[in-house]
């Protein structure tokens, strides 16, 4: 196993975690999600350095919609996408063509 699937599968536990830490209204909880996002970023940020095509998307994803912590960041986004969609993510290809149509430029 690579590591940088070592760490996309630990960035997606840190996810899970925070998603379900997010829900509860006890303000540690709070503190522990915010902390888990941060976890689950860095794991997603080491993963696609090395070239993980899913946590390029992940990432890409997370810039497109200010998630686990990022602020929307459309130029972010759109490099992250692009190097998944260059290795045959399909996922990846369907949202570059979804946010650089005319009508998502905007």
Request: charged residues 10%.
């Given at each position: 196993m690579s590591e940088a699937y070592l760490h996309y599968q630990?960035?997606?536990y840190y996810e899970f975690?925070?998603?379900h830490h997010h829900f509860h209204i006890d303000p540690n909880m709070i503190l522990l999600s915010n902390l888990n996002e941060r976890n689950a970023m860095?794991?997603?940020l080491h993963s696609a350095t090395?070239?993980?095509s899913s946590a390029q998307f992940k990432?890409?994803?997370c810039y497109l919609n200010g998630h686990l912590?990022?602020?929307s960041n459309r130029l972010k986004a759109k490099q992250w996408l692009m190097l998944a969609a260059n290795q045959g993510h399909m996922e990846a290809q369907s949202e570059l063509i979804k946010i650089t149509t005319p009508q998502h430029l905007s």
């Open positions: 630990r960035a997606r975690l925070a998603a860095w794991c997603f090395q070239g993980h990432l890409g994803q912590g990022l602020a």
